[in-house]
């Protein structure tokens, strides 16, 4: 651990303690410089680490300060999804939220979408525009099938954060992490195999598995600590799993990040029954936390994990450029990526490894970490004013999504068709299970700046919610009335 990183942990246990209580001025940088024999520099980086934490804000002029603690809405439950392989559904439900375009009229709330308005982001913008406007031929031309080696060089130094040792030669670019997951499946699985999968799950998982023919077990899964691992071991003793696909990491939609010590029991049980570990990490680089989580790749010593990831939820999705680590499994991804799509478009690969090279990457981050933890404060708070009491939320440790667990016997599908009449639009919670469970739950993105017309968005879900529960016949003349 870094000189910065120690002092960081050294202040948060204090702020933990209670010894520097909420809205205390902190030591100075100067004071905590002499006091612990390190240079200002390392204080001021230790203060920038607990400022990302969301444990202290800066004040001009006045210092450090440690911040109020936010209050927590209750948690959704442990899920408890039917554990016997199933064929996916819920397509129609799934295509009504991608195909929705962006619109002035319409505040999506649903959609997966980071904030790409940051300026951090002009200099990737500057790359992709130099190449058009000086005609690099380069950009232009078919590049390896394995992707552009300055980019997998760029991305294998960044994977060290996350514990992996991954060359770039063990690096393949896809065309977002939807091709990775997929290329990973077809390169693991055939059509009838059994994929277990978290639950809730990625509905862009869910349908990868509907389209290659596959069925999904769905385990049960905490909300703070991940899929339950003694589910697991009883379904691998049960069925005939041919994979574990699953998101440990700022999980979507739950947010959580799985423990270390249950990553490495997850290995241990994926070696036991010889079986693969597909790893999501697309949303690992924007955990709240320094350094990042490790992921379950990096205690792989066998090859049996597939990890992939993309720069779509930490850059921009319209770049469409993603990428797999599939261990043992190289030769079979790539043949299942020349049948796929062939190449991944060039002039965006060329574009992020400048970015990542000259380190505007690492900066955006940092930026975007604090940004989105803010949002989740926020927008978490807004829930609580504005949804039924004993509503239940998730409490994200990275990315930017919500799950909102509602009454039992609420149905989300019936509070979306009312809600887009009035320019609003959620993710309902049965596209994230492939029998079309937790129908009463909801995902809400909070990734853009939170303006007050976004606030009037959430305000407007939650008082529809209210109508529907309180008249649920009437349900759409009291939500016709809350739009007048």
């Known amino acids: 651990m870094t000189r910065y990183a120690t002092l960081a942990a050294i202040l948060s246990q204090r702020i933990e303690q209670g010894l520097y209580p909420a809205g205390d001025r902190l030591p100075s940088v100067r004071m905590l410089s002499q006091e612990h024999g390190v240079s200002i520099s390392t204080v001021q980086q230790a203060y920038r680490l607990l400022e990302e934490s969301q444990l202290v804000e800066a004040r001009p002029k006045s210092g450090y300060f440690v911040r109020g603690l936010r209050t927590l809405a209750e948690l959704p439950a442990v899920t408890r999804p039917v554990q016997r392989p199933v064929d996916i559904s819920q397509w129609e439900q799934v295509l009504e939220l991608i195909r929705t375009k962006p619109r002035e009229d319409l505040v999506q709330l649903g959609r997966g979408m980071p904030d790409i308005s940051e300026p951090t982001l002009k200099p990737l913008v500057k790359a992709l525009g130099h190449m058009g406007r000086h005609g690099d031929l380069r950009s232009l031309y078919y590049d390896n099938i394995q992707g552009v080696m300055g980019l997998r060089e760029q991305i294998a130094r960044l994977l060290l954060d996350s514990g992996c040792q991954i060359s770039a030669d063990q690096l393949v670019i896809t065309t977002g992490c939807h091709e990775a997951l997929s290329a990973g499946l077809r390169a693991v699985c055939q059509p009838g195999d059994i994929v277990a999968v978290d639950s809730p799950c990625f509905h862009g998982t869910m349908q990868t598995l509907k389209g290659l023919g596959m ?24 069925w005939p799993i041919k994979a574990i696909l699953l998101t440990p990491n700022c999980n979507n939609p739950l947010g959580y990040i ?95 490894a400048d970015f990542i090279r000259h380190g505007h990457y690492l900066q955006h981050l940092r930026r975007m970490r604090t940004r989105y933890q803010q949002n989740r404060d926020r927008m978490t708070g807004w829930i609580m004013k504005y949804f039924p009491p004993g509503t239940r939320v998730s409490q994200p440790r990275g990315g930017f999504m919500l799950w909102i667990e509602l009454d039992d ?36 993105n909070y990734a853009p700046k939170l303006t007050p017309e976004i606030e009037q968005a959430v305000r407007r879900v939650g008082e529809t919610i209210q109508s529907l529960l309180l008249a649920p016949v009437a349900g759409i003349e009291s939500a016709q009335a809350l739009r007048e």
Not at 297 to 324: E, M
Not at 423 to 437: C, E, R, Y
Request: net charge neutral; hydrophobic share 40%.
């Open 258 to 352: 799985m423990p270390e010590a249950r990553k490495q029991r997850l290995l241990t049980l994926a070696q036991r029954h010889d079986v693969a570990i597909i790893e999501d990490d697309v949303y690992g680089d924007i955990a709240y936390q320094y350094p990042r989580p490790r992921t379950i790749k990096s205690f792989d010593d066998d090859g049996r994990v597939l990890l992939c990831s993309s720069f779509s939820k930490t850059l921009a999705p319209g770049l469409r450029i993603g990428w797999i680590a599939p261990g043992r499994y190289l030769e079979r991804v790539l043949h299942m990526k020349y049948i796929g799509t062939g190449s991944t478009a060039t002039q965006p690969q060329l574009a992020i």
């Open 409 to 444: 016997e609420f149905d989300t599908l019936r509070l979306n068709r009312y809600l887009e009449q009035q320019g609003v639009q959620i993710a309902v919670g049965s596209i994230f299970s492939a029998s079309g469970k937790y129908r009463n739950c909801l995902r809400i």
């Open 215 to 238: 069925k999904a077990l769905e385990v049960p899964t905490d909300p703070l600590t991940g899929i339950s691992l003694e589910a697991l071991e009883m379904a691998l003793d049960q």
